[in-house]
């Protein structure tokens, strides 16, 4: 890994300055870095970090004066945590798999698996499951029966591809993802207390001891292009069609996706985030970590949930929300300023209380 | 998989109509049914999809009139969902793991595996590890020493089983799922702050820097009969005796469950449940998506809490409950009501508190 | 593992009485404890618990009158849960996975392996890792290029360690940890929905759909000495300086700790919290499960949160909060004890303004 600013520049459509032809091995943050690496230095209120490192060249925000700061060489973006995205992809060193099909990996006779991908060690590629073209299926992982994955992708290692599972191009897979686990649907011979409670708001009846049957996943999981799912994040299968993820989702850690659940494109969940069985998400929908979504609800486009926000309802597209139950972020804020305040409302009506009470002892 | 409207109303438990010779091959949602699949429409609300679909036979609520609908066939059950249960049994065409014991397989030799049991590629299976008749032991498993799995079990890939753990027959396992990890134990030389402050509530007194200690977990885990765990759940060892999970439940993904927690018959933990050490469930129990209960806490049979409720202390049987901390439901709508009205209440009382001021003035 | 009393006190630095000859195999509660058992009977509210059993020695608290509880030796211990640490170290079977290296494990030819290491079967270590001295590396252990591990750790099974990630002496990893997965980072072309409705607290502006572009995570992990990560947890890289997490820090199952998060030493984690990225952890933090914290924020050394809490923003050193979002825990249960008597309150409320409008109407 090692380029000219030039050429960095070049790469990021980003403008260089000065010394372009210096060689760049790494990016660091300011105060870290060395001679050789480029200090990453987008927001004017860290520029003090420069001093205490030896880079000599840096990115940097539009108009930044480089030579101010005893730079050689500088590149100026005008966002540069976009010309990040860039950078970051020329420079990552990536986990250097072996290329080519490890001796070691198992492909049955019926896969089929396109030019230019690579199986690591200890991979298990099922029967009739197709690989992509420039996919890189990591170690342990294990794609099942009947599944399909596109071109481009990156599969990290642990990851389980269930049996007919659907994916598109340029798939981004973090260690330990179950795509196609299956939905956790259970059905009681007679009504159950949790449907009687549901209906009633509270009241399960009488309640009779019920085991409980399975209902099988016969559907699968389908998921578009450009997709990244998070490590150890769950896709359940669906109960009769499939559980959908839409283009360019991106899915952090440890997130829990339900049977029947469709997303939409482009939406962001964070860390830890639930979306229970057969809810629908719109598009470009950003969910804080540990958010939750109830079952059977829906979630319109352009929704922005913060951190923690428990969806128990439908929520309208373009809501900005927060809170649990989640409501719309100004609502929030002042009911939460209102509780804040409670304790001194409570007293103070008590002592409003006794003002009346005299009052009237008087008249 | 094709059976005959016949085979499938006699194996459900259902009435058959019309041909019940025709053949069905899948079961699809009646809008995007095709001439040999079986659309599954037990909510009138929905049947406007069969005109979009070209099912032939549907599995109807009882009672539908099913040549209005203008089918060839049907099949109708009392309680439709339920019926599911069957029918997707049936129909799934599973996981298609190669039968029997793969040569990857690494068994020990003292281990004793049953008749008719599936041990796939790269599957490990410790020291003196039983397998009971007609389990499936999915590729990356592995089996600990001196542990022991019953009959018709399907544990489906990348499953750790520890060692020392039980398990009963029919146990479903979805990938990632851990039984059997370390209990999270951990001790001070002298009280820690965490001590001092749940003794006072609030007040860790001085403080001072401590290393904590590891507690060993020496139980294991104990899992009765017909239990479900879910993709990536975590299953802790006891300390000193087992944590034990009963006959019948069934455990969603991403769901911890920690070290001593003892969970009664035929519970149903939905996505991201947490159960913090020592705690007792009862019989019946469901929790939804993302509840929470404290450590060392007794919550009573068929208590029944709504998604993202964290149960703080003990919680009595047949209760239906909900919120952060936990209250019942009704109490829960009572206050959040409440709450929603709080602002408006507040600035109501500034203008009582106004008008007393002035009535004062005038007595 | 047998030790006779005199051996196990010796060890944990505790007082044996009586027999001290008596040789033990396992520890047990009181009442299920067999014959050669040694009882844990630290808490005296437990005493009844050894007549049901056939202990004949016990661990006891301090001063218990060992003679009258009919048993042949004991051991006491002043704190009896921290003799418990020792205790179970001496008594913990393990998971006995073969010793030495395997010959299914896959070394690469550049990686270093230390003397006494043990690397279960159809573990993979890649290029140029180095594991140290008598660390044990469980079976479909990932271990990625250029990474390294300490002395005397213990990694169960199915764990990853990515590409790059530094890890010190003692660690203890329980399966399916993810150390190492790229963080969550993604950024639009320009200000997206989030960032304006962060600025605005709630205002997203005119919504503009935008892909996210991907930025790939440069730096690794880097984790102390002593530290032990829980089933199924995720650790992130960093952008471009590395996650760090200090010494002697636990984290319990299914915690998220995303990029550039700094966790200082000796904190503790307990199951399914979630850290957002670029958030700066003191020493000795203690977090309930399921709390979070937002990104970006500090939490000073010592504070202490109770189960499900949520900071969203700073919480200052040694502070105790509890709630969502994070409050001090009196002012948390002062402001809970308003909200249960809300709905009386509102009622009086309306009563109250009833007899100021009587009041105002006879002035």
């Given at each position: 890994?090692?380029?000219?600013?030039?050429?960095?520049?070049?790469?990021?459509?980003?403008?260089?300055?000065?010394?372009?032809?210096?060689?760049?091995?790494?990016?660091?943050?300011?105060?870290?870095?060395?001679?050789?690496?480029?200090?990453?230095?987008?927001?004017?209120?860290?520029?003090?970090?420069?001093?205490?490192?030896?880079?000599?060249?840096?990115?940097?925000?539009?108009?930044?004066?480089?030579?101010?700061?005893?730079?050689?060489?500088?590149?100026?973006?005008?966002?540069?945590?976009?010309?990040?995205?860039?950078?970051?992809?020329?420079?990552?060193?990536?986990?250097?798999?072996?290329?080519?099909?490890?001796?070691?990996?198992?492909?049955?006779?019926?896969?089929?698996?396109?030019?230019?991908?690579?199986?690591?060690?200890?991979?298990?590629?099922?029967?009739?499951?197709?690989?992509?073209?420039?996919?890189?299926?990591?170690?342990?992982?294990?794609?099942?029966?009947?599944?399909?994955?596109?071109?481009?992708?990156?599969?990290?290692?642990?990851?389980?591809?269930?049996?007919?599972?659907?994916?598109?191009?340029?798939?981004?897979?973090?260690?330990?993802?179950?795509?196609?686990?299956?939905?956790?649907?259970?059905?009681?011979?007679?009504?159950?207390?949790?449907?009687?409670?549901?209906?009633s708001l509270g009241d399960?009846?009488?309640?009779?001891?019920?085991?409980?049957?399975?209902?099988?996943?016969?559907?699968?999981?389908?998921?578009?292009?450009?997709?990244?799912?998070?490590?150890?994040?769950?896709?359940?299968?669906?109960?009769?069609?499939?559980?959908?993820?839409?283009?360019?989702?991106?899915?952090?850690?440890?997130?829990?996706?339900?049977?029947?659940?469709?997303?939409?494109?482009?939406?962001?969940?964070?860390?830890?985030?639930?979306?229970?069985?057969?809810?629908?998400?719109?598009?470009?929908?950003?969910?804080?970590?540990?958010?939750?979504?109830?079952?059977?609800?829906?979630?319109?486009?352009?929704?922005?949930?913060?951190?923690?926000?428990k969806?128990m309802s439908?929520?309208?597209?373009?809501?900005?929300?927060l809170g649990s139950p989640a409501v719309k972020m100004e609502t929030n804020l002042e009911m939460y300023k209102a509780l804040r305040r409670l304790p001194r409302l409570a007293k103070q009506f008590s002592d409003l209380q006794k003002t009346v009470s005299k009052l009237g002892s008087k008249t």
């Amino acid at each position: 890994m090692a380029f000219t600013v030039q050429e960095i520049a070049a790469a990021i459509d980003a403008e260089a300055h000065g010394n372009t032809d210096l060689i760049v091995e790494r990016v660091s943050e300011p105060a870290s870095a060395g001679p050789d690496d480029l200090a990453l230095l987008t927001n004017p209120k860290f520029a003090d970090g420069l001093t205490k490192g030896q880079a000599r060249v840096a990115l940097l925000w539009d108009g930044a004066d480089w030579q101010a700061m005893g730079l050689e060489a500088a590149i100026t973006a005008k966002r540069g945590r976009y010309a990040m995205s860039g950078l970051s992809r020329m420079m990552d060193p990536g986990q250097q798999f072996p290329e080519g099909i490890h001796p070691t990996a198992l492909i049955d006779e019926t896969a089929s698996v396109a030019e230019g991908v690579t199986i690591a060690p200890y991979a298990v590629i099922g029967p009739r499951a197709c690989i992509g073209a420039g996919t890189v299926i990591g170690p342990f992982c294990h794609i099942g029966a009947d599944s399909s994955i596109g071109k481009n992708g990156v599969l990290r290692d642990h990851i389980s591809v269930g049996a007919r599972v659907t994916i598109g191009d340029r798939f981004w897979c973090q260690p330990g993802a179950r795509i196609g686990a299956d939905g956790m649907s259970f059905v009681t011979p007679e009504a159950s207390g949790v449907e009687k409670a549901r209906a009633s708001l509270g009241d399960q009846g009488d309640v009779r001891e019920q085991a409980w049957a399975r209902i099988h996943s016969l559907g699968a999981v389908t998921i578009g292009d450009d997709v990244e799912i998070g490590a150890n994040s769950c896709i359940d299968y669906g109960t009769v069609r499939d559980t959908r993820i839409g283009n360019g989702c991106k899915v952090d850690n440890l997130v829990h996706i339900a049977h029947n659940v469709v997303v939409g494109n482009d939406c962001l969940f964070a860390g830890q985030v639930g979306i229970a069985g057969s809810t629908v998400i719109g598009n470009n929908v950003v969910f804080g970590g540990q958010c939750g979504v109830t079952d059977n609800t829906t979630i319109g486009d352009n929704v922005i949930a913060g951190g923690a926000t428990k969806m128990m309802s439908k929520v309208p597209a373009g809501q900005v929300v927060l809170g649990s139950p989640a409501v719309k972020m100004e609502t929030n804020l002042e009911m939460y300023k209102a509780l804040r305040r409670l304790p001194r409302l409570a007293k103070q009506f008590s002592d409003l209380q006794k003002t009346v009470s005299k009052l009237g002892s008087k008249t």
